[in-house]
């Protein structure tokens, strides 16, 4: 296994992976405490949490597995080169683990507290049924052989779908509405910080190797931050530019002969920025 030909950068490596993981996991806090102090997921969607938990999950057996797993390694080693690093970092590892339960919180949180007419989609408990018994099939598969490597490779590209798609249905909620009031922005700037460090990090360690093997060795990786960078920069602009100080008022629930929803109008009333 290769080693690092720098102590800067080796230093440089370090420090951007462990900021990548302050800043991804700080970024579960303002929206689980937004939640809190509003006593409500008004404006949360709730397809984002489940798929993100999804997302997440499959995240953390392939960060864990080839972190911690010599015959995993090995098999890496003997695909890209015995000259290679490892891809995954103990950040990565800390990282999935707290994302898995903060998103559990989260989730948790849409059970207890005020939701209004909102439920978690069909068409998210379908794709998140899917991918997991897919998950289920690849791990027979992969018995016989041992391929090992081939099966997390699976849960790599379980996390990079679930990356794309876990951020549309936020980003068309919020186009609706016309407003991100109930979405936290802090949730997007953290992310956005630590996927920007994550990049650097996998960038330094090309440079010192003189290889650029780590980024398609770990293509989910790569993704997860390209991805995340693009919709918390889409996230950004609606939250600053197109529905800036607009507020989502939800009236109290009144049961009348017309409906028995709850009433939602739109007001470009100032507001203060979401925690």
């Not at 060795?217 to 609606?238: E, P, R, Y």
């Not at 800036?244 to 203060?272: F, M, W």
Request: charged share 10%; hydrophobic share 50%.
């Amino acid at each position: 296994m290769a080693s690092w030909n720098s102590v800067p950068l080796e230093i440089t490596y370090e420090v951007l992976g462990w900021a990548a993981f302050i800043s991804w996991s700080i970024s579960f806090y303002p929206q689980v405490i937004l939640n809190f102090r509003r006593k409500s997921v008004v404006g949360l969607n709730f397809d984002f949490v489940v798929l993100n938990l999804t997302k997440h999950s499959s995240y953390l057996i392939y960060n864990a597995t080839l972190y911690f797993s010599s015959a995993v390694q090995k098999q890496y080693l003997e695909k890209y080169g015995l000259g290679q690093m490892i891809p995954v970092a103990a950040n990565d590892v800390a990282f999935s683990i707290h994302a898995v339960l903060l998103t559990a919180i989260t989730l948790y949180q849409i059970a207890i507290y005020e939701r209004g007419n909102q439920k978690v989609s069909k068409i998210s408990i379908g794709i998140v049924a899917a991918v997991w018994l897919g998950a289920a099939v690849c791990v027979f598969l992969a018995l016989p052989s041992h391929s090992w490597l081939w099966l997390i490779s699976i849960f790599n590209s379980i996390q990079v779908f679930m990356t794309v798609i876990k951020y549309i249905p936020q980003a068309v909620m919020n186009f609706l509405r016309k407003s991100t009031d109930g979405f936290s922005i802090g949730n997007i700037l953290l992310d956005f910080s630590g996927g920007v460090a994550n990049y650097l990090q996998m960038a330094v360690q090309s440079i010192d190797q003189g290889s650029w093997v780590n980024f398609y060795g770990n293509i989910g990786k790569t993704l997860l931050s390209l991805i995340s960078i693009f919709f918390d920069l889409l996230f950004m602009v609606q939250h600053y530019v197109l529905y800036r100080g607009k507020r989502a008022v939800i009236t109290p629930k009144i049961i009348s002969k017309e409906s028995s929803e709850p009433l939602v109008k739109s007001s470009d009333d100032p507001v203060s920025e979401n925690v």
